[in-house]
């Protein structure tokens, strides 16, 4: 079965910046494309980043693009979503979920897996 777990969240000051990890098992992710989501208070979740698991290929919605990079190792199946110059729009429960194939999807629906998020404030 697969699982997956966020960490990292908090509080931290506009203008930081935070590491979030998200730790994956249940099977090999080789042919998966990992993708990073975020919902704040009485909004839709929405998109933030995806990577495909086996290559390099990334995206990024242009609300963080510059702001926030996507890494991954493989070897501790767990990817990484590094946030810099935070703002307090960017506070939300931050997810991860995966879908299976190469297409950086963007939409929340075509992705299968979730984690249970993890809860990102930022202070004014």
């Known amino acids: 079965q697969v699982q997956l777990v966020e960490s990292g969240g908090g509080l931290v000051q506009a203008g930081g910046s935070l590491r979030l990890s998200c730790a994956a098992s249940?099977?090999?992710?080789?042919?998966?494309?990992m993708g990073w989501f975020r919902q704040a208070p009485g909004k839709e979740r929405e998109f933030v980043g995806a990577?495909?698991?086996?290559?390099?290929?990334?995206t990024y919605a242009d609300s963080v693009q510059g702001r926030f990079t996507i890494s991954k190792d493989t070897l501790k199946n767990t990817v990484f979503l590094q946030m810099n110059s935070l703002k307090p729009e960017d506070t939300a429960v931050y997810y991860c979920?995966?879908?299976?194939?190469?297409?950086?999807?963007?939409?929340?629906?075509?992705?299968?897996?979730w984690g249970q998020g993890t809860q990102v404030t930022v202070s004014a």
């Open positions: 990577t495909i698991w086996s290559g390099s290929r990334t």
């Open positions: 249940g099977r090999s992710f080789t042919d998966y494309v």
């Open positions: 979920a995966v879908r299976k194939g190469f297409v950086l999807a963007t939409e929340p629906a075509l992705y299968v897996y």
